[in-house]
């Protein structure tokens, strides 16, 4: 597809166990930004890739998040030991001029930590 | 540090009537500011954005937004809603392109016919 495309669409996880979700971006776009949206609130950003830097982790709540990414293809966002409070939609976006920071969203993984 | 803050949770409008939806923001340096719509069971979108240059911007479906500095204000207008305007609206800034975007809390707007 053309879009930004996100796997899965719905997650529901037992605390304490680990989930990995995934990104799959715009082709030929080189910054991919996940970010997290709870119920009633905000985005919240999360991380953000720009081609081979390093990545902005300045946004991870904690050391149980982490995420990768392979150049300009896909990415994952792996939440470990989950807790009710990760309950959010993860939102991915790509862009392809991060001056302009006009962003392509994806539909988000709904998860939900029982 | 940035942030944004839109006031009103959830806007009601008649179809027809003028739809105004508020965003503050706070930069240490002129901004760039965005709106993102986001329609029922979809992805958030590009409504419009401001970046340099004229002050009032035109976006998709008839919506425009006014960056007015000494106010820190970036409002979202429509002289007549529709139905299909039914969505949540975002307003976001960043101080520049190379920075991610700061999002607001988001502003669900309803119109009845």
């Known amino acids: 597809g053309a879009g930004v495309s996100q796997s899965p669409s719905n997650k529901v996880t037992e605390k304490g166990k680990d989930v990995e979700l995934r990104c799959d971006p715009i082709?030929?776009?080189?910054?991919l930004y996940w970010y997290r949206q709870r119920l009633g609130q905000g985005l919240e950003f999360l991380i953000y890739f720009q081609g081979n830097s390093a990545p902005d982790k300045s946004g991870l709540p904690s050391d149980r998040f982490s995420a990768e990414r392979t150049g300009e293809s896909v990415s994952t966002l792996t939440i470990q030991r989950t807790q009710q409070e990760d309950s959010a939609v993860y939102l991915c976006a790509s862009s392809l001029d991060r001056v302009t920071g006009e962003l392509f969203f994806g539909e988000g993984s709904r998860l939900t930590v029982l | 540090a940035q942030s944004v803050t839109q006031l009103g949770s959830h806007v009601s409008v008649s179809e027809g009537a003028l739809v105004l939806l508020r965003c503050n923001y706070s930069?240490?340096?002129?901004?760039?500011l965005f709106w993102y719509v986001q329609y029922p069971n979809q992805g958030l979108q590009l409504l419009l954005k401001?970046?340099?240059?004229?002050?009032l911007v035109k976006g998709i479906n008839g919506f425009e937004a006014e960056f007015k500095k000494s106010e820190t204000s970036f409002h979202l207008t429509k002289p007549s809603a529709h139905m299909s305007d039914a969505a949540e609206y975002f307003c976001a800034v960043t101080p520049s392109g190379n920075t991610p975007l700061v999002f607001g809390k988001g502003t669900r707007l309803s119109v009845i016919a």
């Open positions: 401001y970046t340099t240059g004229a002050t």
């Open positions: 082709s030929g776009h080189t910054a």
């Open positions: 930069s240490s340096v002129p901004p760039y």
